[in-house]
């Protein structure tokens, strides 16, 4: 069953040296209560795509085509994209929540962790006492690993682990559907981030949304994931469950992110396991964009473009092709 659909989607950055398109015919599906990988090389439209479906995009970034659908439980089918004003703020706390890298950069730092998760309950849910909401202030953040008295405390006197945390307890905070999660565990130390991580399993199985995760660290969301998805140059290239990638990857290019040790942010390096960097979102490669990178490309790769079938999108593995000219 899913709880969202993408559909097709394309995002481009529109600029004067031409449009980037850093989200081109994405097309995937969000299970409910399943936590969905999303790996590729910095630059490769990660964040685009989640922010477009989250519907934080801002000019010069624009929805090119595409559709986004949400499901909720009772059967109803909203179109994320055509959602605006009062409808748009609460699909973002109530169906979907969005965690960021930096919790730094989510928190409010004058104000503490549990007036902040009281403002959320106060502003969204008006008819909830004020007993109430300390209540499940409380039960958030120990659901976070927080203990009751540090809802007191304001973000500057958390570690960052902790800080990480309570912004995921903000994010909990109307039960929504649907968690993002941007490299929300980067910055911080690994064991932490393991923890953290666990964590959020744990009330993912207890409160049953589903996670759009999104991290350089392949071997984490290995660990953590139950299906990934691997975009390179704005598509999706493959997308399994975590055993499948993990045991039998297809795609030349999910082969060589497992065989490196890639670092996905920061500045554009060679990957140990795949020469050449990145392309030019603005001038892509004809064809499959990855060919000029990939030690197994035959001819027709540089002139079709490979669709993405029963989870591939590689002319290799009986992956069927456009002509480049039929690209839209
Ligand atoms: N405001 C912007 N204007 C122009 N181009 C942009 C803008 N924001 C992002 N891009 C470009 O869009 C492409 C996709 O970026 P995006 O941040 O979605 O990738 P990502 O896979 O999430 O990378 P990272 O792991 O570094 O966050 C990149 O080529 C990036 O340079």
């Not at 290019?253 to 942010?265: A, E, N």
């Not at 060679?270 to 892509?284: H, N, S």
């Not at 540089?302 to 839209?328: I, K, M, Q």
């Amino acid at each position: 069953m899913n709880v969202m659909e993408i559909r097709d989607l394309s995002v481009d950055y529109l600029s004067n040296s031409g449009a980037v398109h850093a989200v081109a015919g994405v097309s995937l599906d969000l299970r409910r209560g399943e936590i969905l990988g999303l790996a590729g090389e910095s630059g490769s439209g990660k964040s685009t795509l989640a922010g477009a479906v989250a519907r934080l995009l801002r000019p010069p970034a624009a929805i090119t085509s595409g559709s986004v659908t949400y499901h909720r439980q009772d059967g109803t089918a909203v179109d994320v994209l055509a959602l605006g004003g009062n409808a748009l703020r609460a699909f973002r706390w109530k169906e979907l929540a969005v965690v960021f890298q930096s919790a730094m950069n989510s928190l409010n730092p004058v104000s503490t962790v549990g007036a902040q998760i009281d403002d959320v309950l106060r502003v969204h849910v008006p008819g909830m006492s004020r007993d109430d909401r300390a209540e499940r202030t409380t039960e958030l953040l120990k659901g976070v690993g927080i203990s009751a008295d540090r809802r007191r405390s304001y973000p500057h006197e958390l570690s960052g682990g902790m800080r990480q945390r309570a912004a995921i307890a903000i994010a909990l905070a109307l039960n929504p559907e649907i968690i993002i999660m941007d490299e929300p565990t980067t910055a911080l130390d690994v064991v932490i981030q393991r923890d953290i991580l666990h964590e959020i399993r744990t009330l993912k199985d207890e409160y049953g949304f589903a996670v759009v995760f999104i991290t350089h660290d392949l071997s984490l969301l290995m660990e953590i994931s139950d299906r990934i998805a691997i975009m390179y140059a704005g598509r999706v290239v493959e997308t399994g469950t975590a055993k499948e990638l993990h045991r039998a990857p297809r795609h030349p290019y999910t082969l060589g992110l497992l065989r490196s040790f890639p670092r996905l942010r920061g500045p554009r390096e060679e990957l140990l396991g795949i020469p050449g960097t990145p392309p030019d979102l603005r001038a892509l490669p004809t064809g499959c964009a990855f060919h000029p990178r990939c030690g197994r490309a035959m001819a027709e790769c540089s002139s079709e473009l490979p669709v993405l079938d029963d989870g591939v999108a590689c002319l290799l593995n009986g992956g069927h092709g456009l002509e480049s000219h039929d690209r839209s």
